[in-house]
């Protein structure tokens, strides 16, 4: 496989070392230290690269294993963690094969600015849960496709902007194309990964446009000035309740009537109210309703998906997989059974189509026949009748219906159909 990074890590650790690049390590760094379990647990870096986050979280003790493709990245990773003093477990491997590497679980797992660059991600999302111990924690640093034109049109380069408020993707410092995914896709992908997704925060979003080349001084003051504004703006960062039912219909394709009948029925939650008294969601409903949205395609009635997204707001995703996989065998068998009724019904279809002419009504008419008298070829049914309708006007009508009385006064005996 082509190595698209390699002689690149030059680049990618240089950009450590400038305002935007240390104000990104600096941040999520922060950020870990709230929501990683103490050391010295697992933790897999996927995509780890140089180790801009792998040393740090080694420095304080944690049992760190980085994980990446590039040969000349990882060959980078071992010289600045032996200089650093510190150990990693290195592994050269595709994300995507990360299930066969024979790896122990992990009880945290780090994958930053990597899913980018990956045609799938949610393949990889899902292998990276095949790898997690019960209750691991994932920790995702990706673009945000909604704020993806900010940085661009805050530079005055605004033919740039006003591309990527409607395109995806781009080329990064790297020379690598790559391309960024809105929070209600993430949302989406990892729920249907089995990740339960908890909240997500803002990075960088006001030191993005800040220049390469700022001197210690000014990268001081930047990571300073977005401390203090992510501390103020922490309701609009940390907040995920900011949808109307209108917002959330547009996002997740399912139209508002249909969302307040399956809030009355608990397929979503209930949501909360704005001083106005309008309906609020956060961007977890529009993950919860893709995963209502598959489990409809496979033909799961409303009732049993009430409980299955139950179980999908629970911790782990084992119950979840017991009980749809359940659900889905009870689908098939009932599939596949009208798949033979069907079957059976269109060879009957097919010989009385056969066998009806342009003849007049009477005695041989295939109207009348059983399908197997009237068939060319024995069909797949036997014993069943097909009736095809006749169109008689009145005349003709009453006269088949003399006939009728006149067959059943010569009839011997009645017998009950």
């Known amino acids: 496989m082509e190595d698209r990074f390699a002689g690149r890590a030059d680049g990618f650790d240089e950009h450590y070392t400038e305002p935007r690049g240390r104000v990104r390590l600096d941040l999520v760094l922060e950020r870990l230290d709230g929501v990683l379990p103490p050391p010295p647990v697992r933790i897999l870096d996927a995509g780890g690269g140089t180790g801009a986050f792998a040393i740090p979280l080694a420095r304080i003790g944690y049992n760190v294993t980085l994980a990446d493709q590039s040969a000349d990245w990882l060959d980078r990773a071992r010289s600045k963690a032996d200089a650093a003093g510190v150990d990693l477990d290195l592994v050269n491997i595709g994300l995507e094969s990360l299930t066969d590497a ?14 980018m660059y990956i045609d799938d991600p949610a ?19 990706e673009k945000n496709r909604d704020g993806i034109a900010l940085r661009p049109g805050l530079q005055g380069d605004y033919a740039e902007a006003r591309r990527l408020l409607t395109e995806r993707d781009s080329v990064g410092r790297l020379g690598v194309g790559n391309r960024a995914y809105a929070v209600s896709e993430w ?12 909240e997500w925060v803002g990075i960088r979003l006001f030191s993005d446009h800040a220049p390469d080349g700022l001197g210690t001084d000014a990268y001081t003051y930047v990571n ?7 501390g103020s703006f922490k309701v609009r960062l940390f907040n995920m309740t900011t949808l109307t039912i209108s917002q959330l219909a547009r996002r997740s394709g399912v139209p508002a009537t249909t969302l307040r ?18 309906r609020l969601y956060d961007d977890a409903a529009v993950a919860r309703l893709a995963f209502v949205q598959r489990a409809k395609a496979l033909g799961i009635e409303l009732d049993d998906l009430a409980d299955l997204v139950r179980l999908w707001d629970g911790e782990g995703c084992a119950p ?6 359940a659900m889905v065998h009870d689908q098939r068998t009932a599939t596949h059974q009208r798949m033979e009724e069907l079957t059976k019904l269109a060879a009957d279809l097919d010989a009385v189509g056969a066998s009806i ?25 036997s014993e069943r009748l097909i009736g095809a309708a006749c169109t008689l006007d009145a005349t003709q009508l009453r006269e088949r219906l003399r006939e009728w009385r006149e067959l059943r006064d010569r009839a011997t005996s009645v017998e009950p159909i």
């Open 261 to 278: 009948y399956y809030e009355k029925v608990g397929v979503i939650p209930a949501a909360t109210r704005s001083d106005a008294g309008y």
């Open 320 to 325: 979840v997989q017991e009980r749809l996989r």
């Open 102 to 115: 024979g790896l122990e679980p992990f009880d945290a797992i780090l994958c930053h600015a990597v899913l």
């Open 357 to 381: 002419g342009d003849a007049a009504c009477g005695p041989d008419c295939a109207c009348l026949q059983p399908v197997a008298e009237s068939a060319s070829e024995p069909p797949v049914v």
């Open 224 to 230: 300073k000035a977005t401390l203090d504004l992510r």
């Open 187 to 198: 949302l989406a992908m990892l729920a249907a990964a089995g990740w339960s997704p908890d």
């Open 123 to 141: 393949v990889v999302l899902r292998t990276l849960r095949s790898v997690a111990a019960p209750g691991a924690v994932l920790s995702l640093l």
